[in-house]
């Protein structure tokens, strides 16, 4: 099973800033999927993106995924308080005749006031 | 209710202790799942149900027992548990299974003393 590495795996900034997070492996994936975590409650599904090259945005958040399908960027403009969670993406790989779902450790970001 | 809900939020126990944990999910999905999050690791995938039959077991210790009662419920079994097996466990289901699409409840955060 290929490893999803993501970058930074933490982040502290002031509300306002711009950032960007990468979620990097050697695996094609069929599709890509990024999660937010907040505190005490489970992952929610921000996006999914499936096509190389494709871009998503979600308000403030842009999604990109690679052209080769092997990794993916966020980018967050004007962070605010309530973006601040942990960040996940996760790939669907074909294995063994089946799709699994692969997970990255995720990035903790706190955006200050 | 909606979404995926999970009883109970926290658990203590010992470790010669039998409990058990619940999912109830109420989105008409036919897959559901067991996760593990363990701090600085990725979400580790325990169990699958499609259909209410198990697909997959990722070389899960046996005092960890999963049960599918039907489509939309989900137990875990836990017995004679280890002080390393304290983490969030999450639930999660899914319109078919391989997609990356899942919703998640809010978690049992169990800690074994």
């Given at each position: 099973?290929?490893?999803l590495e993501q970058?930074?795996?933490?982040?502290?900034?002031q509300e306002g800033?711009n950032l960007?997070?990468?979620?990097?492996?050697s695996?094609v994936?069929?599709s890509?999927?990024?999660?937010r975590?907040?505190?005490?409650?489970?992952?929610v599904?921000?996006v999914t993106?499936v096509t190389g090259g494709?871009?998503?945005?979600l308000?403030?958040?842009t999604f990109?995924f690679?052209d080769?399908?092997?990794?993916?960027?966020?980018h967050?403009?004007a962070a605010?308080p309530?973006d601040?969670g942990?960040y996940?993406?996760?790939?669907?790989?074909?294995?063994g005749?089946?799709?699994?779902?692969?997970?990255g450790?995720?990035?903790?970001?706190?955006?200050?006031? | 209710?909606?979404?995926?809900t999970?009883?109970?939020?926290h658990?203590?126990?010992g470790?010669?202790?039998?409990k058990?944990?619940?999912c109830e999910?109420h989105?008409?999905?036919?897959?559901?799942?067991?996760?593990?999050q363990?701090?600085?690791k990725?979400?580790?995938?325990?169990?699958?149900?499609?259909?209410?039959?198990?697909?997959?077991?990722?070389?899960v210790?046996?005092r960890?027992?999963?049960?599918?009662?039907?489509?939309?419920?989900?137990?875990?079994?836990?017995?004679?548990?280890?002080p390393?097996?304290?983490a969030?466990?999450?639930?999660?289901?899914?319109?078919?299974?391989?997609?990356?699409e899942?919703?998640?409840?809010?978690g049992?955060r169990?800690?074994?003393l």
């Amino acid at each position: 099973t290929q490893l999803l590495e993501q970058s930074p795996q933490f982040l502290s900034i002031q509300e306002g800033e711009n950032l960007t997070v990468y979620c990097n492996s050697s695996s094609v994936f069929s599709s890509l999927q990024w999660y937010r975590q907040e505190p005490g409650e489970g992952p929610v599904l921000l996006v999914t993106v499936v096509t190389g090259g494709e871009v998503k945005k979600l308000k403030r958040l842009t999604f990109q995924f690679g052209d080769a399908r092997k990794d993916s960027s966020l980018h967050i403009t004007a962070a605010q308080p309530g973006d601040t969670g942990l960040y996940l993406c996760a790939g669907a790989e074909y294995q063994g005749g089946s799709e699994k779902l692969v997970f990255g450790k995720g990035m903790k970001l706190t955006v200050n006031p | 209710e909606t979404g995926v809900t999970q009883t109970p939020r926290h658990l203590v126990m010992g470790m010669t202790n039998k409990k058990s944990l619940k999912c109830e999910q109420h989105l008409g999905h036919n897959a559901m799942y067991w996760y593990k999050q363990s701090a600085k690791k990725p979400l580790e995938l325990m169990f699958v149900y499609s259909l209410e039959e198990r697909v997959e077991n990722n070389s899960v210790p046996s005092r960890f027992s999963p049960e599918c009662p039907n489509s939309s419920h989900l137990f875990l079994h836990l017995h004679t548990l280890q002080p390393e097996d304290s983490a969030l466990y999450l639930c999660a289901s899914s319109q078919g299974r391989g997609t990356g699409e899942l919703f998640f409840g809010e978690g049992s955060r169990l800690t074994v003393l």
